[in-house]
């Protein structure tokens, strides 16, 4: 056992070396976006997924615990063999409705979702063009199928249309792959595009909307804001961020969600989902269909800071600060905590070397004086100085 203990130990030291070592720290939440760290004083987070703080809502809690009183803690098994409890019908009808495809499916997790759909539907004979910041479960995905993959520029379709053109001829099947939303940055995916690049080269048009569910397009993510509903098939997303649950999900024609039901060994081989994620999922897109003002706030957040600070107006509730090395971005991300709040460093490898950065992040829940203060705060540690 030394040498396995002393290969984990120099990976370690690298890691450190490099100030890209992460740890886990125990974090309690609670409502507007409050929360402590490993017991220490309450801090208000502007790093978070909740983006509409439906995971701390009384009624999405509500149907997590009528959920779990009436169906039990747990599935019991895959839901090919008794985990698919009756919660699961009802959610991905209303995934199908809120997203305009046929039908859905529901995985376990975002992850799990990507790396049982890339697989299923292409293999080691065929092309994958995806954008090269696409999320690294997408890369998981793209790796367990084999197939050759290609990455164009971030958001250049002109890019993406000449590996296309160069390469169509030799592959029965390309499926091309995009981040609806840019978790590091937050800019859209040009679906308009991109679904017309698919369409003229009978290729297949999949988006990961996990920070576009809730968040654009009147909350039914990246395809309903781009004005692209007709042209994305494969409408990928969680259920974990804007909806405060857990789980993933596809949004496809019926016969695309059968073969996952059927094919997808990610689904097939796991455990069904907690029948209170499940609930508290439902009960959120039900919120969010409801709740137009909602959905719109954390954006509306967003553009007030970016303003304030001087920065790019974003479209989306994710405003990125680069502040280059990793140290920089730790030093910040400290002094923002000494001040009462919450902001992640991202390092790379989640960044390009020599990016990392600060990701603030909106939610609905945030309260208008919290932003002032934050405001402020940024004024007064000269974070806005930065380019």
Known sequence: MFSLD????????????????RRLVDTERAGAMALSVAGGPSLISFTDNDYLGLSTHPAVIRAAQDAAA????GSGASRLVTGNHPLYGALEAKIARLKGTEGAVVFGSGYLANVGIIPTLVGKDDLIVADELVHTCIHAGMQLSRARVEFFRHNDVDHAADIIAKNRSK??????????????DGDIAPLKGLGTLAEHYDAWLMTDDAHALGTIGGGRGSAH???AEHLVPLQMGTLSKAAGSYGGYLAASKPVVDLMKTRARSLIYTTGLPPSAVAAALKALE???????????PTLLARRFAAAMGL??????????????EVDALAASARLADEGFKVIAFRPPTVPEGTSRLRFSFSASHRDADVDRLIETCHKLGLNQQP
């Not at 009436?70 to 803690?73: K, L, Q, S």
């Open 6 to 21: 002393s290969f984990a130990t120099d990976k370690l030291d690298a890691l450190e070396a490099r100030n890209q070592r």
């Open 225 to 227: 804001a781009t004005g």
């Open 70 to 73: 009436r169906y039990g803690a």
């Open 171 to 184: 592959h029965e099947r390309v499926l091309i792959v995009v981040d609806g939303v840019y978790s590091m």
């Open 287 to 297: 919120l969010i269909e409801a709740d137009p003002d909602m959905v719109a706030r």
């Open 312 to 325: 790019a107006m974003p479209d989306t509730p994710i405003v990125p600060l680069v502040i280059g090395t």
